[in-house]
T-cell receptor, first 114, second 113 residues
Framework: AQSVSQHNHHVILSEAASLELGCNYS??????LFWYVQYPGQHLQLLLK??????LVKGIKGFEAEFIKSKFSFNLRKPSVQWSDTAEYFC????????????FGGGTRLMVKP | DGGITQSPKYLFRKEGQNVTLSCEQN?????MYWYRQDPGQGLRLIYY???????QKGDIAEGYSVSREKKESFPLTVTSAQKNPTAFYLC????????????FGPGTRLLVL
C-alpha cells in the first residue's frame, strides 16, 4: 500500500522567511501528486497538483512544488511567506493503479509570525 | 451558490448508538468521498462513490456504512461497531476521475458522550 510522509509536523516562521515543506511517498509507479491547504476556519482546498510534464508546478498564492521522481518527493516551497499563509498543509498522492483513492500525509501545521 | 454542505457541524454520539452524517453537493459531481481526519494522521479515506448506487471501501471502512441513492447526496453512518469514532469527518466530491480536483465540505466533528 502506498504511504505519504510529511516529516515536519509543526513549522514556525517569521514573515518574509522562505518555506519548504517536505513530502515523500512510497509508491514506485506512476503517481499524481497534490498539495491541499486548510486555512483556519475554512474548507480544505487545492493548492497545486502534478500529473505529468514540467516537474516544477506553480500553484496559487505564490506556492510551487517540485516533483523529484528519483527521490519520491514533492516538496512545497514559497520564497517569502506571509502571515496569511498560516494554515495546515497536506500532501496527497494517487497511484495510477489505485482508482480514485487519494492517500494523504499527516499534515504540516505552519504558523507565520507577523 | 455551488458547493458542498455537511451537517451537523457538531454531533454527539452515545455508546451503542448509530449516527448519520449528512453530505450534499450541488456541483453536479459524479464522485463523492468520505474522509476521517485525526491530529497528526492527515485524512484517511473511509468510503468513496464514483456513481449513483455504487460505492467502494477505502482504507478504514470498518464500523462505517454509506449509501448513494442520489447523485447529490452521500450520507455516512457511524455504527456502534466503530470503537473510536471521535474525529473530524470531511466529505468531498469531484468530477469522475482522480485527476479532477476534489472539493471539500466544512466537516462534521463527532464526539462520544
Amino acid at each position: 500500500a502506498q504511504s505519504v510522509s510529511q516529516h515536519n509536523h509543526h513549522v514556525i516562521l517569521s514573515e518574509a522567511a522562505s518555506l519548504e515543506l517536505g513530502c515523500n511517498y512510497s509508491y514506485g509507479g506512476t503517481v499524481n501528486l497534490f498539495w491541499y491547504v486548510q486555512y483556519p476556519g475554512q474548507h480544505l482546498q487545492l493548492l497545486l497538483k502534478y500529473f505529468s510534464g514540467d516537474p516544477l508546478v506553480k500553484g496559487i498564492k505564490g506556492f510551487e512544488a517540485e516533483f523529484i521522481k528519483s527521490k519520491f518527493s514533492f516538496n512545497l516551497r514559497k520564497p517569502s511567506v506571509q502571515w496569511s499563509d498560516t494554515a495546515e498543509y497536506f500532501c496527497a498522492v494517487n497511484a495510477k493503479n489505485a482508482g480514485n483513492m487519494l492517500t494523504f500525509g499527516g499534515g504540516t501545521r505552519l504558523m507565520v509570525k507577523p | 451558490d455551488g458547493g458542498i454542505t455537511q451537517s451537523p457541524k457538531y454531533l454527539f454520539r452515545k455508546e451503542g448508538q448509530n449516527v448519520t452524517l449528512s453530505c450534499e453537493q450541488n456541483l453536479n459531481h459524479d464522485a463523492m468521498y468520505w474522509y476521517r481526519q485525526d491530529p497528526g494522521q492527515g485524512l484517511r479515506l473511509i468510503y468513496y462513490s464514483q456513481i449513483v448506487n455504487d460505492f467502494q471501501k477505502g482504507d478504514i471502512a470498518e464500523g462505517y456504512s454509506v449509501s448513494r441513492e442520489k447523485k447529490e447526496s452521500f450520507p455516512l453512518t457511524v455504527t456502534s461497531a466503530q470503537k473510536n469514532p471521535t474525529a473530524f469527518y470531511l466529505c468531498a466530491s469531484s468530477i469522475a476521475g482522480i485527476q479532477e480536483t476534489q472539493y471539500f465540505g466544512p466537516g462534521t466533528r463527532l464526539l462520544v458522550l
